[in-house]
Nanobody
Framework: QVQLVESGGGLVQAGGSLRLSCAAS????????MGWFRQAPGKEREFVAA???????YYADSVKGRFTISRDNAKNTVYLQMNSLKPEDTAVYYC?????????????????WGQGTQVTVSS
């Protein structure tokens, strides 16, 4: 069992930056693939970024070059640094974890989820 708690969301102007954090419980954090997803009003939850146990990273095309995912296994925390934010980045951002993810871009393959943190980007 893993419990995930996101923080760092807020209101920012277009072009600004935010850093989201996701703190995980438990002593096996390093064994988990960690992902970030987001869901805007009226839209389906979509993949944003993932980081593997090895540290390899993957990004949605819409955020590539602007967002950076990282993890600190000593602190049981995964981060999402978001730069050059756009109004279309406005959404609730969710942290997810799983040990056996085969399709990292699919929300259905992650077993554990945080409660989400709101990110609002004004134009």
């Amino acid at each position: 069992q893993v419990q995930l708690v996101e923080s760092g969301g807020g209101l920012v102007q277009a072009g600004g930056s935010l850093r989201l954090s996701c703190a995980a419980s438990g002593r096996t954090f390093s064994r988990y693939v960690m992902g970030w997803f987001r869901q805007a009003p009226g839209k389906e939850r979509e993949f944003v970024a993932a980081i593997m146990r090895s540290g390899s990273t993957y990004y949605a095309d819409s955020v590539k070059g602007r967002f950076t995912i990282s993890r600190d296994n000593a602190k049981n925390t995964v981060y999402l640094q978001m730069n050059s934010l756009k109004p279309e980045d406005t959404a609730v951002y969710y942290c997810a974890a799983d040990q056996g993810v085969t399709t990292i871009t699919s929300s259905a393959t992650y077993d554990y989820w945080g409660q989400g943190t709101q990110v609002t980007v004004s134009s």
